[in-house]
């Protein structure tokens, strides 16, 4: 569950990460709209798969057996 954690982490916030990388080195900044709306979703997407997944991997799923 710890690697799937960290991957996805890693690849959704990759986008933005760059962003601040490459804008550290670039003037005037690359601030395209649809790319920044992009890496913001990406970070939300983040936060909202988390739970999802200690969900789906937890050792305390109910299996009923009726």
């Known amino acids: 569950?710890?690697?799937v954690v960290v991957v996805l982490f890693a690849l959704?916030?990759?986008p933005y990460r760059t962003l601040v990388v490459v804008n550290?080195?670039?003037d005037p900044p690359?601030?395209?709209t649809w790319?920044?709306?992009f890496c913001?979703?990406?970070i939300y997407t983040n936060s909202a798969v988390n739970p999802i997944i200690y969900n789906a991997m937890s050792q305390k799923l109910c299996?009923?057996?009726c």
């Open 1 to 3: 569950m710890l690697v």
């Open 12 to 14: 959704l916030w990759m």
């Open 24 to 26: 550290s080195f670039m």
């Open 30 to 32: 690359y601030l395209d």
């Open 35 to 37: 790319f920044l709306l």
């Open 40 to 42: 913001r979703m990406c």
């Open 63 to 65: 299996v009923c057996k």
